[in-house]
């Protein structure tokens, strides 16, 4: 009889060891597991949403620094243009609107969209074609006088192998743009092409254009 009780007690510290071994992984996991959820959260804090990413490259000092050039808006309908080009690649200014080309635009009531932002011949090969790339900030001035963001875009170059050209399409998510009612419009506009390697990335400012193109029908 003895010997069973001493049996019996002998399982359940077995079971009972058992059980508590279970608890500790179980509460190990879980301790895994939150701090894994965690971390993910602080990751998706921490990455930039699309409005950030947005306001990163139409920075309102592009409104308040002086302009490199004005324009008048196009008075032509139906594709009528104005533009302005970068005389060279100095253009740039400071942490207030870093490395853009700004122009100034007069306004005029009527629907008008924001042409491209490359100034040079299109690339000739592959490998500098997709590496070029344009961005640009656009901005309205209202009746009271303040400037607000427009929106802003991004192009990158498209190599076509049957045709062997050249071209640029905008970067996904991005889209064309166009302002409209307004006393005046900005646009800022950088172009360039981005090498990377084992060191990292750099980039070559090359001429920028900035344009308007008149969408009002004759």
Not at 14 to 20: G, V
Not at 129 to 154: D, E, F, M, P, Q
Request: aromatic share 6%; proline share 5%.
């Amino acid at each position: 009889m003895t010997n069973n009780i001493h049996h019996l007690l002998a399982m359940l510290c077995l079971s009972t060891a058992a059980l508590q071994s279970a608890a500790c992984i179980d509460t190990g996991d879980e301790r895994l597991a939150e701090a894994a959820d965690e971390a993910a959260d602080e990751a998706a804090d921490e990455a930039p949403t699309l409005s950030e990413a947005e306001s990163m490259l139409g920075e309102y000092g592009c409104t308040s620094v002086s302009s490199d050039a004005t324009a008048p808006a196009p008075t032509a309908c139906n594709g009528g243009t104005s533009y302005r080009v970068s005389p060279d690649t100095s253009y740039g200014h400071g942490t207030q609107c870093p490395d853009q080309f700004v122009v100034e635009f007069t306004a005029r009531n009527v629907p008008l969209l924001v042409g491209s932002g490359w100034a040079e011949a299109a690339p000739t090969n592959p490998t500098t074609c997709v590496t070029s790339h344009y961005s640009i900030g656009a901005y309205t001035r209202n009746a009271l006088g303040v400037w607000g963001l427009s929106g802003v875009t991004k192009y990158s170059g498209v190599w076509d192998t049957a045709t062997a050209k050249c071209s640029f399409a905008p970067v996904t998510g991005y889209s064309p743009l166009s302002v409209f009612s307004g006393t005046a419009y900005r646009l800022a506009v950088q172009a360039g092409q981005t090498i990377c390697g084992s060191l990292g990335c750099t980039m070559t400012k090359h001429k920028a254009l900035a344009m308007l193109i008149s969408d009002e029908p004759c």
